[in-house]
């Protein structure tokens, strides 16, 4: 199983990104989905979740509203897309997936219940 994470890079404040991660080795819509990111220095930090059909979708506070994620089981990709980018955004973002139902937000955002990880992507927003 492979989770394969791209699209980072430098943004102005204000600007864009979308990120993508591309499984392999495994049948998306049976598995949830969620991005994590981790900024230098700091810890880990639960950004976005979605389920495996795409119908329900969660938000960390710090960027609801300005982020936006979503899949496309038929090409076995999620997204992730950033607008309204802010200098705190500058982190490395990470997918995650499980084949678990994950029932609550608690349970949604703790990264122990993903079994799998792409290996980041790093997003850095200038001011």
């Known amino acids: 199983v492979q989770l394969q994470a791209s699209g980072g890079g430098l943004v102005q404040a204000g600007g864009s990104l979308r990120l993508s991660c591309a499984a392999s080795?495994?049948?998306?819509?049976?598995?949830?989905m969620a991005w994590f990111r981790q900024a230098p220095g700091k810890e880990r930090e639960y950004v976005a979740y979605?389920?495996?059909?795409?119908?329900?979708?969660y938000y960390s506070p710090s960027v609801k509203g300005r982020f936006t994620i979503s899949r496309d089981n038929a090409k076995n990709t999620g997204y992730l897309q950033m607008n309204s980018l802010k200098p705190e955004d500058t982190a490395v973002y990470y997918c995650?997936?499980?084949?678990?139902?994950?029932?609550?937000?608690?349970?949604?955002?703790?990264?122990?219940?993903?079994?799998?990880w792409g290996q980041g992507t790093l997003v850095t927003v200038s001011s």
């Open positions: 995650a997936t499980t084949g678990r139902r994950l029932p609550s937000g608690r349970a949604m955002a703790s990264g122990g219940n993903y079994a799998y």
């Open positions: 080795g495994l049948t998306l819509n049976t598995y949830v």
């Open positions: 979605i389920n495996h059909s795409g119908g329900s979708t």
